[in-house]
């Protein structure tokens, strides 16, 4: 069984450029968690998705959005970037039992 | 509002010196604690669910046991292999399935 696959692993922008990441989740799983993760705020929650639509949403700002597309696929955005958004961005799909399962995670560096 | 907080931030083992990681929980309701493994650079993998008082589980060098205050995962005659960052995270009834995570234990073993 094919785990959460992350695209791209690893990239560069320059501040205020946008990025899109995506996400495939485990076959089956239908919800889809986006996390940021730095050394100094641990893992903070971005947002979930359940069948296409937003269930849950993090403290982030507006800047920070995301869809889920029909076969559980998501991707996340983030416009206009900050220096402060360099972070792993992991994805997670969840278990009905509330396991959580992550990616190798997206590294993105702003410049 | 719900907490958690996992200590030591970081530890440092001998190869077979066994210890344990501790995580404790403030939350209005527990519906499941789970613990997480993350190598430098990927994703957290998952390694246990606890959900009530006086549960055990176990993998390996790894027995994760709870309270209803905290969380203990004991790590028996470590080996360097087992060195990563654990953490635990905690799902709480009613509202939403988001779990809060803990900062994790970042935890080195030395051959």
């Known amino acids: 069984k094919a785990g959460v696959t992350q695209t791209p692993r690893y990239l560069i922008k320059t501040r205020g450029q946008q990025v899109t990441l995506s996400c495939s989740p485990i076959?089956?799983?239908?919800?889809v968690s986006w996390y940021q993760q730095t050394p100094g705020q641990g893992l903070q929650f971005l947002f979930e998705?359940?069948?296409?639509?937003?269930?849950n949403k993090g403290n982030f700002p507006g800047r920070f959005s995301g869809r889920q597309f029909s076969n559980s696929r998501s991707e996340m955005n983030v416009s206009t970037l900050e220096l402060g958004d360099s972070a792993l961005y992991l994805c997670a799909s969840r278990q009905n039992t509330g396991e959580l399962f992550f990616g190798e995670g997206s590294r993105l560096t702003v410049l | 509002e719900d907490q958690v907080t996992q200590s030591p931030e970081a530890l440092r083992l001998q190869e077979g010196e066994s210890s344990s990681l501790n995580c404790s929980y403030t939350?209005?309701?527990?519906?499941?604690l789970f613990w997480y493994r993350q190598d430098p650079g990927k994703g957290p993998e998952f390694l246990f669910t606890l959900y009530s008082a006086g549960e055990e589980k176990e993998k390996e060098r790894l027995k994760a046991t709870l309270t209803k205050k905290e969380s203990f995962l004991h790590i028996t005659a470590p080996k360097p292999e087992d060195s990563a960052t654990y953490l635990c995270?905690?799902?709480?009834?009613?509202?939403?399935?988001?779990?809060?995570f803990g900062r994790g234990t970042s935890l080195i073993v030395h051959p």
């Open positions: 076959s089956g799983h239908r919800s």
């Open positions: 939350v209005s309701g527990l519906r499941g």
């Open positions: 998705y359940f069948s296409e639509t937003q269930r």
């Open positions: 995270a905690v799902q709480t009834t009613g509202g939403s399935y988001i779990p809060t």
